[in-house]
């Protein structure tokens, strides 16, 4: 199995662009879906996006536009790419992989996460 870990994140200042990097150790990772998520303080965690091991991206609805997913798969590497960033970005980004859902969303569908980076977003 393997093992996220994510990096790349930072205080940045709202319209400023920062990609995020997650890097799983282990084996196998093309037959992972890798996901992000993030938390606010006080908030439920909540979907991104994701890319599935068939090379399809997804995002949540509100995250379309503005957040961009992708993968490689020769370095066992996903990238958040995020810009325009607003102080509602504010948030713990997680890296999350999923082996046995098609197209999962939720958190309970993936089953092995990083610890989070902190993405910190001023006005």
């Known amino acids: 199995q393997v093992q996220p870990v994510e990096s790349g994140g930072g205080s940045v200042q709202a319209g400023d662009s920062l990609r995020l990097t997650c890097t799983a150790t282990?084996?196998?990772?093309?037959?992972?879906?890798m996901g992000w998520f993030r938390q606010a303080p006080g908030k439920e965690r909540e979907f991104v996006g994701a890319g599935s091991k068939s090379g399809f991206t997804y995002y949540s609805d509100s995250m379309k536009g503005r957040f961009t997913i992708s993968r490689d798969n020769i370095k066992n590497t996903v990238f958040l790419q995020m810009n325009n960033l607003t102080h509602e970005d504010t948030a713990v980004y997680y890296c999350a992989a999923a082996e046995y859902y098609a197209f999962p969303s939720l958190p309970g569908e993936f089953g092995l996460w990083g610890q989070g980076t902190q993405v910190t977003v001023s006005f």
């Open positions: 282990g084996r196998f990772f093309s037959r992972y879906t």
